[in-house]
């Protein structure tokens, strides 16, 4: 399972004082759908989502808005005209970014990399 953390002032920190360092961290609702999906299918279901529920309240949630539907659907037919196919929630995670503006993805998933105008940094790559 991926988490995509989005830092909506467009700066990355890696030591873990990202909100002490004054950056808007959270994530969007596709996330906590993709962590809902994988904890009911999970067989610790109780305990992981015991677990979500303690530490989803650490980080904001935003919205997928009509800004953001909008720009999936730029984003999908500008990606489907290249031949590119990418999952629909990687596609709803970049869509939030763009609509939020001036957002980094931070994740492990190199398909967000193909996303044009989006920022995206791999946390595994950052020492």
Not at 8 to 19: E, H, I, L, P
Not at 43 to 49: G, H, L, P
Not at 83 to 99: E, N
């Amino acid at each position: 399972m991926r988490l995509r953390i989005v830092c909506s002032d467009g700066a990355v920190s890696t030591n873990g004082f990202g909100r002490l360092a004054g950056h808007k961290i959270g994530s969007g609702i596709p996330v906590l759908a993709e962590l809902c999906a994988g904890i009911e299918y999970s067989a610790t279901r109780d305990v992981n989502m015991d677990v979500l529920n303690r530490n989803i309240g650490l980080f904001r949630l935003w919205p997928f808005t009509a800004e953001a539907a909008r720009e999936y659907g730029r984003l999908y037919a500008a990606l489907r005209r290249t031949g590119r196919t990418i999952q629909t929630v990687d596609l709803m995670i970049a869509a939030i970014a763009l609509a939020l503006g001036g957002c980094t993805v931070v994740t492990s998933d190199s398909d967000l990399s193909a996303i044009p105008r989006l920022n995206v940094v791999n946390w595994a790559a950052v020492t």
